[in-house]
């Protein structure tokens, strides 16, 4: 049996992916793809019937407007279609692997599971994922949404 190891340089570099400031870190974390710092949905249980899909309109950490237009999540529909379409050939492929010889509808039956099952992890990851599209990690923006709000006052 060969052993598989991960170079330390490797291990570094996925570290790195996951770091604050990158939108890996923003989209696995659903935190403001700006600073990074304030929750993008209102609760944080995502399997709750009534609670998944509410989100906050503006960061509180930092100010930015998550809608940034009207209908600005539309777009967040093709996101979700691909990433059903990618969970769909995930379980088509770990059925056929499990149950080599199996009727067309156990295939049918496990995608819709998988699919019901994983729809509020599927509506969030859409949105999160097109919000990272049009915004990007602004480490400065913290300072400057202090400042504004203290000439306000």
Same mark, same amino acid.
């Given at each position: 049996?060969?052993?598989?190891?991960?170079?330390?340089?490797?291990?570094?570099?996925?570290?790195?992916?996951?770091?604050?400031?990158?939108?890996?870190?923003?989209?696995?974390? *659903?935190?403001?793809?700006?600073?990074?710092?304030?929750?993008?949905?209102?609760?944080?249980?995502?399997?709750? @019937?009534?609670?998944? /899909?509410?989100?906050?309109?503006?960061?509180?950490?930092?100010?930015?407007?998550?809608?940034?237009?009207?209908?600005?999540?539309?777009?967040?529909?093709? +996101?979700?279609?691909? $990433?059903? +379409? *990618?969970?769909?050939? *995930?379980?088509? +492929?770990?059925?056929?692997?499990?149950?080599? /010889?199996? @009727?067309?509808?156990?295939?049918?039956?496990?995608?819709? *599971? +998988?699919?019901?099952?994983?729809?509020?992890?599927?509506?969030?990851?859409?949105?999160?994922?097109?919000?990272?599209?049009?915004?990007?990690?602004? @480490?400065?923006? $913290?300072?400057?949404?202090?400042?504004?709000?203290?000439?306000?006052?």
């Amino acid at each position: 049996m060969t052993k598989v190891t991960i170079k330390k340089t490797e291990r570094h570099y996925l570290c790195r992916m996951f770091k604050k400031g990158t939108r890996l870190y923003s989209i696995f974390s *659903a935190k403001c793809p700006v600073c990074h710092e304030g929750k993008v949905f209102t609760y944080k249980n995502t399997f709750h @019937p009534s609670k998944f /899909d509410k989100m906050e309109d503006k960061c509180s950490v930092c100010g930015h407007k998550y809608e940034m237009e009207t209908g600005f999540f539309y777009g967040a529909m093709y +996101v979700a279609y691909a $990433l059903t +379409v *990618a969970i769909s050939v *995930a379980t088509f +492929v770990i059925t056929y692997l499990i149950y080599n /010889d199996t @009727p067309y509808w156990v295939y049918i039956i496990n995608i819709l *599971a +998988v699919l019901i099952i994983l729809a509020p992890v599927n509506y969030r990851a859409g949105r999160i994922i097109w919000m990272n599209l049009f915004s990007s990690y602004k @480490p400065d923006v $913290l300072e400057k949404h202090q400042k504004s709000k203290l000439k306000n006052e």
